[in-house]
């Protein structure tokens, strides 16, 4: 039995669109007419997602965390309430009020449905639920703990959501000032200072240089300001386009590392990635090699989290987890002693969770920091450029007054 996605027509000629479950398309239309609907098309849930998965041209082929984060939520709520599998799976899908989402889950209670377990029917949607989440599902159906591991998968997901709400809030007023005040020097430059200045150009006077730059500027903002927009989006897709390939990426990511200050924010955001996904899978139970392997996964810089598999290479060789990570020397002290101290312990799970707090508000001071430096210096760059354009309009009226004395 597999899950059907269908349109239809019902007898007042409105379109109808839903999920069921059935052996073949042809059995769905029948269900379909049986309900007295017109079927128009029926497409398997899981053959179109692997479609929208593979399709360079398709977009939105991942749902958002948040929907992520509250179908987990919503999944390990029932669960832990002790109902089964696939009615979870149904009751969450009529839940949600997306209809793709629905259909995805009901592709997944199909699966459940037809004896594979939960983590292999998750399996035949990879672009929404990743290794960590697969993995995570699966240490709990061994275990006989799903409900548990379940609600610290619901943890781990919406915490991670809100750290990325507070990158984005924090980065969002400094970006939309910027560009408004591009736009605004982009257009005094364009359209108001031409209309001031030519009043200077037929005085007979030579004018100032700092006015005759600011005519320079503004005719070549006029004259080719479209094209270095054009320009410059064209930079910008290939150098999008060369960072996809796994030379330049790299390459790329290595010079963040090298920066004074981003090096410091890109350690700890990845630091704080891997260790939060190290920590909720061991928790659950997923072995050492492949948690560490399936943790690399997360983390955005190529360099870590090459640094990660060659330190789980040294931990399967018989070396220990916080030496190996520590060769590397990209990971902070504090982390390393935290993980040290775990392995010494044996609760490494809670001292991998404590290192990916620590980084976390690493990362929300540093952005504070960064932000506090840069807002400042942008007004005081801004209201320099803006000094200058009154400035160089301002100086010929200077010398016309004198010339007039």
Known sequence: MAAFEFTALDAAGRERKGVLEGDTPRQVRQQLREQGLAPLSVAEVRA??????????????????????????????????????????????RQTEKPRLASMLMGVRARVMEGHALATAM????????????????AGEQSGYLDVVLERLADYTEARQALRQKIMLALLYPVLVTLVALLVVTALLAYVVPQVVQVFQNIGQQLPILTRMLIALSGFVRDYGLAMAVILAALGWMMRTMLRRAGPRRRFHQFLLKLPLVARLVRSMNTARFMRTFSILSASGVPVIEAMRISAGVMSNVPMREAVEEAARRVREGASLNKSL?????????????????????????MLERAAVSQEREIETLLAAILGLFEPLLIVVMGGMVLLIVLAILLPIFDLNQLVK
């Open 326 to 350: 520590e060769r590397s020397g990209y990971f902070p002290p504090i982390a390393i002693h935290l993980v040290a101290s775990g392995e010494a312990s044996g609760n490494l799970e809670n």
């Open 123 to 138: 399996r035949d949607f990879p672009h929404i639920f990743s290794d960590l989440y697969r993995a995570t599902v699966a």
């Open 48 to 93: 179109r997602e692997e479609r929208r998965a593979t399709s360079k041209l398709s977009f939105g082929r991942r749902i958002s965390a948040t929907d992520l984060a509250l179908i987990t939520r919503q999944f390990a709520t029932l669960a832990r309430s002790g109902l089964p599998i696939e009615e979870a799976l149904q009751a969450v899908s």
